[in-house]
C-alpha cells in the first residue's frame, strides 16, 4: 500500500484545512486508517483513527471537538478535516495503514510521506 498524504499548509489560528490521505497500490481494503502528527522535539502521536467501516473511531483529546475523520472507501481515500486550529496543532502531519484498528504509531505498516501544517498566532 503507498499512501499520499496532501492539504497542508499555512493558517492562522482558528483557521481550518483539510487532509487528504490516498491509497494506491495494493488493495486498502479493511485497512483501518490513522492520522499522526509530529512536533519538532516530540513523539509521534496519534491524532484520529477511523475503522475501514467507520464504525470505530479514536480521536487524541487536544482535538476533539475540532477535527472529524471520515473516509470515502470508494476513492480509497481518508480525510481529515481540522477546525479552529491553534499554534500547539504545528506539525508534520503523516497518515498511516494497518490491518488491525490500532492507536499506537508503532503498530502501523504503512506510511505516506507527511505533509507539513503551520498554524500561526
Known amino acids: 500500500v503507498q499512501l499520499q498524504a496532501s492539504g497542508g499548509g499555512l493558517v492562522q489560528a482558528g483557521g481550518s484545512l483539510r487532509l487528504s490521505c490516498t491509497a494506491s497500490?495494493?488493495?486498502?481494503?479493511?485497512?483501518?486508517t490513522g492520522w499522526f502528527r509530529q512536533a519538532p522535539g516530540k513523539e509521534r502521536e496519534a491524532v484520529a483513527v477511523?475503522?475501514?467501516?467507520?464504525?470505530?473511531?479514536y480521536y487524541a483529546d487536544s482535538v476533539k471537538g475540532r477535527f472529524t475523520i471520515s473516509r470515502d472507501n470508494a476513492k480509497n481515500t481518508v480525510y481529515l478535516q481540522m477546525n479552529s486550529l491553534k499554534p500547539e496543532d504545528t506539525a508534520v502531519y503523516y497518515c498511516a495503514a494497518n490491518q488491525y484498528y490500532r492507536v499506537s504509531a508503532n503498530e502501523y505498516d504503512y506510511w505516506g510521506q507527511g505533509t507539513q501544517v503551520t498554524v500561526s498566532s
Open positions: 497500490g495494493r488493495t486498502f481494503t479493511g485497512y483501518a
Open positions: 477511523i475503522a475501514w467501516s467507520g464504525g470505530s473511531i
